[in-house]
């Protein structure tokens, strides 16, 4: 697989602690207009999207804190050092096989750096509430229960 090694991005987002509601985290996203949200535990990150947060919020028994989402029991790798080039940064994500990687953490914010243009264009966008469970598309004018624009049927879910 090629990577494009000339681009690299980063969004800054807002830290939170890993046992923060799913609706704290939410509101925090809505105040930043941003479509993710990055926990700690104080030595671990996570980046979660506000696809994972509707969801849970729209499924009743999912769980109440962000520790409860399924993507929280993955950890974020964070850059061991400042590095000279987006080169050797891209080189580091590859050998990680990450997509994208926490750097310059400050108390409650963060820096995520990637070289996928849509994971930085999904996470720059605001939070909407609806989200499609399968593909974690946005569903901006979607009802709860409904069909996605990808055709997925019953899989919307809207808070």
Known sequence: MTRDYDTTNS???SVVDIDATLEEALERMRQDQRSG?????GTRYWLLHAADVVIALAVPDSGRTLRD???ARIPVPVAPQAYESKTMLRHWLD???SKY???DILHHRVR?????EELQLRLESSPVNCYCAVDKKPVPSGANGG???DGHAGQVCCI
């Open 11 to 13: 969004v800054a987002l």
């Open 147 to 149: 069909t996605c624009p």
């Open 69 to 71: 989402l399924p993507r």
């Open 37 to 41: 949200i990055v926990a700690t535990d």
């Open 112 to 116: 995520v750096v990637t070289y996928h």
């Open 95 to 97: 050998s990680v096989a």
């Open 101 to 103: 990687v926490v750097m």
